[in-house]
């Protein structure tokens, strides 16, 4: 979101940026209007149980003052951030769905989405996964009463629809079309391309050598443990590569060792470190996944929890990269992975093509352009349009989303 909004920024629009005061600097650094979000806590807690929708409502009723105030034309709005959509519907403006990875809404034949399973091959493939299209149904139609018990509330009329967060004027899927299973897409979602952003941050020093770099990317919110990362710096110790590993502000456990061959940091700029890897280790966090293959690097994903086994599962579809999963972890089952995937050039390759695609399919620059489309069909050129973009929170047990 906050490559979307500076790109809107940049064009001459108005852009207001709710979300939490930790990206506040960034915020106005690009250029935007910043508005502390509401945060609520949607997980049952003995001192107040709030449920994700009961918070929906509440998020709606406080976000709602500061759509008005600043009068858009255009809210836009992530996937699992129902607030701002509910209180634009209720204010009359258009809403556009910001989806931060590849389509989470089921086709007739492939695996539910979240599996981490590839699509059929075999007739009897897809009949398989369509025995399950029923099971998938009745938990959206569970959803989509939730959901409108809390637009009742809100005074909004029911919603037949079973994704009923996702705009149908305007949905942007930030994946490449290259990790998206064959469909057929409706006219309202559109693939624009991965939407990436980080803080700035300085150069870092590599291991000495010329051996192919391995850089070990662990997610910023799992793994507390480090398991991956002491995986990667044991299995790797000895072999003919370098390895440069971020820690992500958490320290190593007690006894965990940084071989010779290594350069262990605290925090590593991806956008400038990956171009120079020759393979990028990482839990398949989509953001890290989509830097990774927006510049040719391949790919060894070891998904751990949440959208990280679709992900893996999309990447080794779409050849760019192999899968190790979790439970097979370990510092000699890394070490093979490595070794595979350093050793098949069509991995490199396959990333080489998907770079490509991206390097002349800016994702910001299209989503942009489709959003001056809903406002109006005019550009920044013609008048400055106004557009209030709203970011989820990232803390699991602080948040003002609500389930799709």
Same mark, same amino acid.
């Given at each position: ?16 940026? #709710? ?19 509401? #945060?609520?806590?949607?997980?049952? &807690? ?48 258009? %809403? ?11 086709? *007739? ?27 998938? #149904?009745?938990?959206?139609?569970? /959803? ?26 305007? +949905? ?27 803080? *700035? ?10 051996? *192919? ?17 002491? +995986? ?13 590993? $971020? !820690? ?33 280790? +990482?839990?398949?966090?989509?953001? &890290? ?6 510049? /040719? ?14 992900? %893996? ?6 050849? =760019? ?8 972890? @370990?510092?000699? %089952? ?13 991995? =490199? ?5 998907? !770079? ?11 989503? =942009? ?14 008048? +400055? ?6 970011? @989820? ?7 003002? &989303?609500? $389930?799709?």
């Amino acid at each position: 979101m906050l490559a979307l909004g500076s790109r809107l920024a940049a064009r001459g629009h108005q852009v207001a940026y #709710e979300t939490w005061t930790r990206w506040r600097e960034h915020v106005e650094a690009a250029g935007m209007q910043f508005v502390a979000a509401p #945060e609520y806590p949607v997980f049952p &807690t003995r001192s107040k149980k709030l449920g994700p929708y009961e918070a929906v409502v509440a998020a709606t009723e406080d976000t709602e003052p500061q759509i008005a105030r600043f009068s858009p034309d255009v809210v836009v709005h992530d996937i699992l951030t129902l607030a701002p959509a509910l209180a634009a519907e209720r204010l009359g403006v258009a %809403a556009a769905t910001l989806i931060p990875h590849v389509h989470p809404v089921g086709a *007739p034949g492939l695996p539910p989405y979240g599996l981490g399973a590839r699509p059929p091959r075999t007739p009897v493939g897809r009949l398989m996964w369509r025995a399950l299209d029923p099971l998938v #149904e009745r938990g959206l139609r569970r /959803g989509r009463a939730e959901l409108n018990e809390a637009r009742r509330q809100l005074g909004l009329a029911s919603t037949e629809l079973l994704h009923g967060g996702l705009s149908r004027r305007l +949905c942007l899927i930030a994946s490449f079309p290259q990790l998206e299973y064959p469909r057929r897409w409706p006219r309202w979602a559109q693939v624009v391309g991965p939407l990436m952003w980080e803080p *700035p941050h300085g150069q870092v020093r590599l291991p000495d050598g010329e051996e *192919p770099l391995v850089l070990i990317a662990p997610s910023t919110a799992q793994d507390p443990d480090h398991r991956l990362l002491r +995986c990667a710096l044991e299995g790797l110790a000895d072999e003919p590569v370098r390895v440069l590993a $971020s !820690a992500n502000g958490r320290p190593l456990p007690d006894g965990a060792a940084v071989p010779a061959n290594a350069t262990l940091v605290d925090w590593v700029s991806y956008s400038r470190a990956m171009p120079l890897a020759d393979l990028v280790v +990482c839990h398949a966090g989509f953001g &890290t996944l989509a830097r990774a293959l927006s510049l /040719g690097r391949p790919v060894l994903a070891v998904p751990h929890v949440g959208d990280m086994g679709e992900n %893996a599962a999309r990447l080794q579809w779409s050849g =760019a990269g192999i899968r190790l999963r979790w439970r097979a972890l @370990s510092p000699r %089952a890394l070490r093979l992975a490595v070794r595979r995937a350093l050793g098949d050039p069509s991995l =490199a390759a396959r990333a080489g093509q998907i !770079a490509a695609w991206s390097a002349v399919h800016d994702g910001p620059s299209r989503a =942009a352009e489709l959003i001056e489309s809903l406002a109006g069909g005019q550009s920044s050129s013609d008048r +400055c349009s106004r557009t209030y973009s709203i970011s @989820s929170g990232d803390s699991p047990r602080a948040t003002s &989303t609500g $389930s799709p």
